[in-house]
């Protein structure tokens, strides 16, 4: 076998992947930015180079605005608090702990039941009065809250219910890698007598950061994708309250059918992406000096 | 006999047409299920009814999900140049439907006497989303209007007469106040009224603002008066109820829960669809009244719902059976039974005079209380670029009652951000 | 918290959760299955309990019933099934040739491709609906099951996840295949396909139980009852005009979900190893 028929063999076995790969990623990615720059064709009117005219008006755009801050707030809520979490239920999980199996089963179910139908069932967690928190509330004296519907909660609500689907896929990983730190330091630390707290902090979470990294990683490009459970329920109210960057491309894409405006929110959520892929490239860079 | 007459008008269309339709025609009919299973039922029936009765046709319903769902798969097909032959879309879709060039108006189509006398006699309120430019775009199908609940027993237990709805703003204020209870700590247990503000407010708003004298868009849907002075006391009112009087829940309340609030007794009155009626019915343990909504200047509701559309694209055969599915669907007696299956208004003041639906409304007098309301009913707010503009009074109610945004502002924002929209079409 | 970690030291405290962990996990456990708990308290009881909690409320399977009448499930069930398994039997095909391709070839430009695919795990095609349904609908597939399972035909995550294996087969056990005459592409059915068993079990579920929840993109391409999968005829299903039942939708909730549902608690080990094994790089 001569090296170019070697090679040949090699493109053909790439083609049919790579057909799907670019006709669905690096295509439309860039046929984006071309779209950006052009007007929405309407009936009898084809598009037209109209240059930066959509981002003008993306600028000009408050409800754009908002969903950008909103995906800010959302990212810097979730991420942290979703690899915490995780973190605390892979500690746990990975000792010897009562009822462990149920302990992970319990963590772990989020991951595979559908955002779209446990949305449904936060909704009434939410419902004012005798919603579930709320009874709660009462119970303790608390005045009842509308979740969903006051501006200053909307977000906030939103948001843990992404916290709570994504803490134990998260979870997954670190156990992972938890089981795989060899028992070795574990057994020094405990001749040292060290305590658990410092134990984690000293050894476990520095041999920890590659995950770490990839959670983060992970957890990046979600808190700008996650937006099932906003359809169901806030619609991104009240007065674009909880509206988020995908679901307010959704919105003017298609229901408003303005596709240069809405190419023109897909650059900013790939610009985003970018940012999140360079970030990859450098942290993970560190990553092996570290090693 | 009637084999002849058939075969007779067979032989006619052929002659006319092509002789393409001596075969049948197929008349893709889209139709949005949003409600779910009986319905879909009662739509195959038609269609089979229907084609029994006309062999040369054959209606084919596809069901497209929501009305938001159906008008993209309608359009979709449209610009693919396989638009179906008919619809039944929202009435507040005509304007889009018109810039994207899909549909017909039904004038082409009326030729004799008696057609001309069928458009003339739906109810007119319900035609007013479908008139544009002197031309007819949609006919009613499934329509709806805003009507208030009210709980007996609470009333009742108000010191209230329960027969007796609150008839204008002030007694809604004033029996409001006596129907909100809270017990010792200042915890509301009831409140006196909630009218949802979710998902589409503008449609409940346009309650109270046709209730005070305005009317927010023009009918050829290029200007709208959110600033209107009339618009943003009725705004006021609104948002009065939860924060000055403090009878309805405050910010943005779920359309969603608010049949259930209702029916849990969290709510004493609810504002919400007619569509309601048959599930309220169903599951209230309570007894309770359905009312016109109250009057201030005037009474008011928007109407809502359904129109039945043809499309441009679509062979002329098939435009010709659509046309003829709609007269047969809005026949008097077909109108008044799928309003008594659904709970939808009939679309014609003929269908109340049947039988059928006399027997029904003095069994059940709640299910008349749409139709009494319709001489006041105004057209849903419909305009160009529809979805954009109603998203931009969507915000400015939410902002509104969540206290975001003093009425006025909010409106006078809402009303510049429309302007920007709607100049294109100017 | 210190005071008690510095003192108390038994031999096995860093393996074991003291009483404080142990409640906070199990307080956690609790708050996360809660959810659950509620569904299966709504849909098993009549609609008068959706909302208060009693013990002498009877049970009742009438919520799944109505559920099932109130909306096309079957066709819902049954397309979501063809796009799951047609999505993972494409992706494995495909992405198996394409992983061996990286793991045992080398070839002018395998870089630069390499990190060309690696650009899907960043940006997925639901970020670019916009362009990717104009895509589709210049190729008609616009309501179609195909298309919706279109976009994910070539994963990379996949790809990544069988070249790492595909790197780990000795080339030993290559190289004595290749003496008895095995053509390459039996050489990858026969040696490295088994060996590789476990990622493919891995990417497996973690391809299914993503597909059965994909929401936002079927939700842009279908529009009928013919293509459109659970999650979507969920949506329809619990956005009806007369707003929201508890029992039927917590009932529905649960139908939907019963199939990913059930065998996560059947294959709960393998489930959670073959997620864990995804995420190892």
């Known amino acids: 076998m001569n090296i170019n028929s070697k090679q040949l063999q090699a493109y053909l076995l790439l083609l049919p992947a790579f057909v799907f790969l670019v006709g669905f990623t690096h295509y439309p990615a860039l046929a984006t930015i071309f779209d950006s720059l052009m007007s929405t064709p309407r009936a009898g009117r084809a598009p037209v180079f109209v240059g930066l005219e959509n981002y003008q008006v993306m600028i000009e755009d408050p409800v754009f605005w908002k969903s950008v801050t909103n995906n800010l707030w959302f990212a810097l809520a979730t991420i942290p608090l979703s690899m915490g979490i995780a973190i605390f239920m892979a500690l746990w999980v990975n000792d010897k702990i009562a009822g462990r199996s149920f302990l992970r089963m319990s963590y772990f179910l989020p991951t595979v039941l559908p955002m779209i139908a446990v949305a449904n069932i936060w909704i009434f967690f939410y419902t004012p009065d005798y919603g579930l928190i709320n009874q709660a509330l009462q119970l303790f004296g608390l005045k009842s809250q509308n979740f969903l519907g006051n501006p200053d909660l909307a977000l906030a609500s939103v948001t843990v219910v992404a916290i709570w689907k994504e803490a134990g896929f998260f979870m997954i990983f670190y156990l992972a890698a938890l089981q795989t730190l060899s028992p070795s330091y574990r057994e020094a630390a405990q001749i040292e007598g060290a305590s658990k707290w410092y134990f984690f902090w000293k050894i476990q979470w520095p041999l920890l950061m590659p995950t770490t990294i990839f959670v983060l990683v992970n957890a990046l490009i979600n808190a700008f994708r996650m937006v099932d459970h906003i359809f169901v329920m806030t619609n991104g109210g009240p007065n674009n309250a909880s509206s988020l960057l995908l679901f307010y491309l959704y919105e003017v894409g298609f229901k408003f059918w303005d596709r240069g405006y809405a190419s023109a929110l897909t650059m900013v959520l790939l610009a985003i992406l970018a940012i999140v892929g360079l970030l990859q490239f450098f942290l993970l860079d560190k990553r092996t000096h570290y090693r | 006999m009637k084999k002849l007459v058939s075969l007779a008008s067979t032989l006619a269309a052929s002659l006319c047409v092509s002789t393409a339709a001596l075969a049948q025609t197929e008349v893709s009919f889209y139709f949005p299920v949003a409600v779910g299973g009986p319905v879909t039922k009662i739509i195959d029936g038609y269609a089979a009814e229907f084609n029994k009765e006309n062999p040369d046709l054959k209606v084919v319903p596809v069901y497209a999900g929501s009305y938001q769902e159906t008008v993209v798969k309608a359009l979709t097909a449209h610009k693919a140049n396989k638009p179906p032959a008919a619809a039944i879309l929202l009435s507040t879709d005509t304007f889009t439907l018109i810039d994207e060039d899909a549909i017909v108006p039904f004038d082409n189509f009326v030729k004799t006497d008696e057609e001309r006398k069928w458009m003339k006699d739906f109810f007119p309120a319900f035609l007013l989303n479908g008139q544009i430019d002197n031309k007819t775009w949609g006919i009613p199908f499934q329509r709806s209007t805003v009507v208030m609940y009210w709980n007996k027993q609470a009333f009742k237990e108000a010191g209230l007469d329960p027969n007796t709805a609150p008839q204008n703003w002030e007694q809604l204020v004033s029996m409001g106040q006596k129907l909100t209870k809270r017990d010792a700590s200042g915890n509301v247990e009831r409140w006196g009224i909630q009218v949802p503000s979710s998902g589409f407010p503008y449609w409940l708003f346009q309650g109270f603002s046709t209730q005070n004298g305005a009317i927010l868009a023009n009918s050829e849907g290029t200007q709208v008066a959110f600033d209107d002075l009339k618009v943003i006391e009725a705004l006021q009112f609104w948002v009065d109820l939860s924060q000055k009087y403090k009878i309805h829940p405050p910010g943005v309340v779920q359309w969603g829960t608010t049949p259930a609030d209702f029916m849990q007794g969290k709510s004493a009155i609810i504002w919400t669809t007619t569509g309601n009626l048959t599930n309220i019915r169903k599951n209230a343990p309570f007894e309770f009244g359905v009312a016109m909504l109250p009057e201030n200047v005037r009474r008011g509701s928007p109407t809502g719902g359904g129109n039945f559309f043809i499309f441009k694209k679509a062979p002329e055969a098939e435009q010709q059976g659509a046309f003829r599915f709609a007269k047969w669907l809005t026949q008097p007696e077909r109108a008044a039974q799928w309003s008594i299956d659904t709970g939808y208004v009939a679309v014609s003041p003929a269908a109340y005079e049947t039988q059928a639906l006399k027997s029904y409304a003095a069994d059940f007098p709640p299910a008349v209380v749409a139709r009494d309301q319709l001489p006041f009913a105004v057209a849903e707010l419909s305009t160009h670029d529809n979805q954009r503009v109603t998203k931009a009074l969507n915000d400015g109610l939410q902002a509104a009652l969540t206290g975001a945004k003093t009425p006025q502002q909010a409106m006078k924002d809402a009303q510049a951000e429309a302007n920007r929209i709607l100049r294109a079409y100017r | ?281």
């Open chain 3, 1 to 281: 918290m210190t005071a008690r970690a510095y003192t108390a030291k038994p031999a096995s405290s860093l393996t074991e959760a003291g009483w404080l962990g142990t409640l906070g996990a199990w307080v956690l456990a609790i708050a996360w299955i809660l959810p659950l708990l509620y569904a299966l308290w709504a849909a098993f009881h009549p609609a008068e309990y959706a909302t208060t909690f009693s013990w002498s409320a009877p049970l009742t399977l009438d919520n799944f019933v109505a559920a099932w009448h109130a909306a096309p499930f079957p066709r819902y069930f049954l397309n979501t099934i063809i796009l799951v398994t047609g999505i993972l039997a494409i992706q494995l095909f495909l992405c198996t040739l394409a992983a061996y391709a990286f793991a045992r070839y080398e070839f002018a430009g395998s870089n630069v491709l390499f990190s060309l695919m690696l650009v899907q795990l960043m940006v997925m095609p639901e970020i670019l609906i916009v362009r990717n349904y104009q895509t589709l609908s210049s190729l008609g597939l616009v309501d179609t099951l195909f298309g919706i399972g279109l976009p994910y035909f070539a994963s990379a995550f996949a790809i990544f996840l069988l070249r790492q294996t595909f790197k780990t087969v000795p080339k030993e056990l290559v190289e004595a295949a290749q003496m008895e005459g095995a053509s390459t592409l039996q050489i990858l059915r026969h040696v490295y396909i088994p060996l590789a068993k476990p990622t493919y079990l891995a990417f497996s579920l973690v391809s299914v139980s993503h597909h059965w929840n994909n929401f936002l993109w079927p939700l842009v391409v279908s529009n009928s009852v013919e293509s459109r999968p659970l999650t979507v005829g969920l949506q329809v299903f619990s956005s009806a005009d007369q707003g929201i039942d508890w029992s039927i939708i917590t009932a529905a909730t649960l139908m939907t979900s019963a199939p990913l549902l059930i065998g996560f608690l059947i294959f709960q080990k393998q489930f959670v190893q073959s997620f864990m094994r995804a995420g190892i790089k």
